[in-house]
């Protein structure tokens, strides 16, 4: 776990603090999304846990251990960190990218090999292709993708990111999400990222800390955030759409229920999808209501307009 | 008043150094003094100022042919007219930029003759190229949309050439014709020993009959003419870029 | 630093060369060991001297360049990754910037060839014996046989460093190849 407490950070020459007495933490396993407008603090803060930025005052402390109790290329070696821009090194190989970390560990070559093969896989990219491919040579999904394969290098059990999927278009960005909450379900890393995009936080984080100026202004489970913002702020953060965001966290079970007439004709939403994509089918087909089925086919209930609202007007716990 | 800001200073540096070249007493004072015994403190054909004209001359006049070729070449090759010519000319100041500017003086004057003519000459030659690369990627620099904004507007091609293109590359070209001018000054130094005059003479006597003085005299004024002259100029950079910012920002 | 580079490079190389007269032949005199070195106003030294002098402000400002034009993700990635500071020179910074260092270099070799020839006026030889020598005794054939070996010889040196630039060129940065 990561735990942040009591940070403030000034910058030189400037007057107001970058981060003000900010204090909260990462659950083990969990992923935390950073949110706020730029200028908020929210990158500062993430690299004051890598000591790339040192704290003016407050500690940060992984699993109980104070961050500069380690020299910083050590701490920095059992952090995966993957940046916005990627900054992949351009004279290698993607395969050397990956291996850089491991080779700062001194792992022998056998097994940076073999890790590298199984990072590309994970990433969703075929090593014989890609392995020895340089970094003009990728798209920029691509790169993204190694970028976070090479943050995981080392199997790290934190991880830094800061807006690591902003650079791709929207159809890439949301396919790299998918891969991500795949991958974090697999591995249960402690993940601390930082964002502007309040879709961004809402897919893929387990908790959601909104900033700005420097300061926590809330700190909450994403359909929290969403459905009871603090301020106004926090509330226009959200945007005007958050209510449809909110039926994108929900999945679609939790407004099903069983119909009167077995009615499975026609289009159907599968059991795993969101409200959202339920409600985008059900306006498509015109119909009132359409069936949920579940891997194999079969129909487990339905769902309609007013299920779904119902649903959305239940308080959450 | 604030644009001229930037001139006060080398202006000023520009007085001090002729005021300075004129007082032939004081340099043989200094010069006594820092080589004692030494009775050949100052060059014997010219008083420092003397020198001082005879180097001005030959760079302004061959510079003033440098930049007047350049800049009208580099507008020629720039033109729909003049397109054809445009890869042989990159070519040749590509290949230019290699060539040891003494060779061009060297080689150049043998072809022209000696003397002061050929000389200039020679010296406007070399100076040429740095005006003509700037004058072309100062001109290239020009944002399409604005020359096609000059376009719209309806103005003629050459009022574009005038009002628009040249005003926009100016701080690209004034930069080139910085360097001509300073190369000049070095290139004419040398040019003394084809009976050109300039600071090369004292420098060379000095340097022939064993007389550190009269090499530190030519010396001196030649190094102060190129530093008073750079500075000038980096004045006159920094004046056009202030009353771009202050056009700019008048907008 | 820039500043004090960009100075020496004003000044014309006869005149640096004169300035350095006096002093050095001081240096030679009244330092013996620098004296027996063959130190003094006229020869090597203060050809040797201007030379450097000029070439210092092409190489300093190219190798600033280059290392500048790395991109600042990837520098934050290699310390980020956990490369100590040294690391990140030697294996990122360096490497990447090599092209455009060895371009400050390639540029300066030529032009320290062409500002060799002020060794003529020191009783230092080189071609400048042939060129100025020739000019001052109005002999065209010797002045243009040191011309034309001296142009040869610029643009031989030139093509044979961007050759080796080349070379030194790491693959990726090959396509985009600038090279001035």
């Known amino acids: 776990m990561i735990a942040i407490r009591n940070v403030s950070k000034v910058y030189e020459g400037t007057k107001n603090p970058a981060v003000r007495d900010l204090s909260f933490d990462v659950p083990t396993g969990e992923v935390v999304a950073l949110i706020g407008p ?109 970028g976070v394969a090479r943050a995981l290098a080392a199997d790290p059990p934190v991880l830094l990111m800061d807006e690591p999927f902003s650079a791709v278009d929207p159809l890439t960005r949301d396919r790299l999400h998918a891969e991500f909450r795949k991958i974090q379900s697999a591995l249960r890393k402690t993940v601390l990222f930082v964002t502007h995009d309040m879709d961004e936080a809402a897919q893929l984080g387990d908790r959601i800390v909104v900033m700005r100026d420097g300061g926590l202004v809330q700190q909450d489970t994403p359909e929290r955030v969403l459905a009871y913002p603090v301020d106004d702020f926090v509330a226009s953060f959200g945007g005007t759409e958050r209510a449809l965001r909110r039926l994108s966290l929900a999945p679609v079970t939790e407004a099903l229920y069983t119909p009167n007439t077995a009615g499975a004709e026609g289009p159907s939403v599968a059991s795993t999808a969101s409200l959202r994509e339920a409600l985008a089918i059900i306006l498509k087909a015109g119909l009132p209501s359409i069936p949920v089925r579940d891997g194999d086919g079969a129909v487990v209930g339905a769902v309609s307009v007013e299920s779904i609202v119902e649903r959305f007007r239940r308080p959450l716990t | 008043m604030s644009r001229i800001r930037h001139l006060a200073a080398p202006v000023a540096a520009a007085a001090a150094y002729l005021v300075i070249a004129a007082a032939t007493p004081a340099w043989r004072q200094v010069l006594g003094a820092v080589f004692p015994g030494e009775s050949r403190l100052l060059y014997p054909d010219a008083t420092p100022l003397a020198l001082v004209w005879q180097h001005l001359e030959l760079v302004l006049i061959s510079s003033a042919l440098s930049v007047a070729a350049g800049l009208a070449l580099g507008v020629f090759v720039t033109r729909p007219a003049g397109a054809d010519f445009y890869g042989v000319v990159a070519d040749l100041t590509n290949l230019g930029q290699t060539f040891p500017p003494v060779a061009v003086f060297t080689l150049a004057v043998p072809l022209l003759g000696f003397g002061l003519r050929p000389t200039v000459l020679a010296l406007a030659l070399y100076g040429v190229l740095p005006v003509l690369r700037n004058t072309i990627s100062g001109i290239e620099g020009v944002p399409a949309d604005v020359l096609e904004s000059a376009s719209e507007l309806g103005m003629r091609p050459w009022q574009r050439l005038l009002r628009v293109e040249l005003p926009i590359a100016l701080p690209v070209i004034m930069a080139g014709v910085r360097v001509s001018v300073i190369v000049n000054v070095a290139t004419a130094t040398i040019g003394a020993i084809a009976g050109a005059g300039g600071f090369g003479a004292p420098i060379i006597n000095g340097l022939v009959n064993l007389a550190p003085a009269i090499t530190l005299e030519g010396a001196l004024l030649a190094a102060g003419l190129a530093l008073t002259l750079d500075a000038l100029f980096g004045g006159v950079e920094r004046t056009i870029a202030h009353r771009e910012r202050a056009a700019a920002t008048a907008r | 630093m820039f500043r004090v580079a960009n100075v020496f490079q004003t000044i014309p190389g006869l005149a640096m060369v004169g300035l350095l007269f006096a002093p050095l032949s001081w240096l030679g005199t009244n330092v013996p060991l620098l004296g027996r070195l063959g130190v003094g106003g006229l020869g090597w030294a203060p050809v040797i001297t201007a030379l450097t002098l000029y070439a210092l402000l092409a190489v300093v400002r190219n190798t600033y360049a280059g290392l500048a034009s790395v991109p600042d993700s990837v520098v934050e990635a290699g310390l980020g990754m956990g490369m100590t500071e040294g690391q990140v020179m030697r294996s990122v910074r360096l490497p990447l910037a090599l092209p455009v260092i060895f371009g400050g270099i390639r540029i300066s070799a030529v032009q320290t060839l062409g500002n060799a020839t002020l060794g003529a006026f020191v009783a230092a030889g080189t071609l400048g014996l042939f060129v100025f020598g020739g000019l001052s005794q109005q002999a065209m054939d010797l002045v243009l046989l040191g011309s034309i070996t001296l142009v040869a010889l610029a643009l031989g040196l030139d093509a044979a460093l961007r050759t080796a630039q080349r070379l030194v060129t790491p693959r990726h940065a090959r396509r985009t190849e600038a090279v001035r």
């Open chain 1, 38 to 146: 730029s200028g908020c603090g929210k990158s500062t803060t993430m690299r004051m846990v890598n000591r790339l930025v040192e704290p003016d005052s407050g500690t940060i402390s992984i699993d109980g251990e104070d961050v500069r109790s380690l020299r910083p290329e050590t701490l920095r070696r059992h952090i995966g960190y993957a940046i916005q821009g990627v900054g992949l090194f351009p004279h290698w190989t993607v395969a050397q990218n990956i291996g850089v970390v491991p080779g700062l560990l001194q792992w022998d070559r056998t097994r940076i090999a073999e890790r590298t093969h199984e990072l590309l896989d994970l990433v969703g990219l075929d090593p014989a292709v890609y392995a020895d491919k340089h970094h003009d040579e990728l798209s920029g999904g691509e790169a993204q993708r190694v």
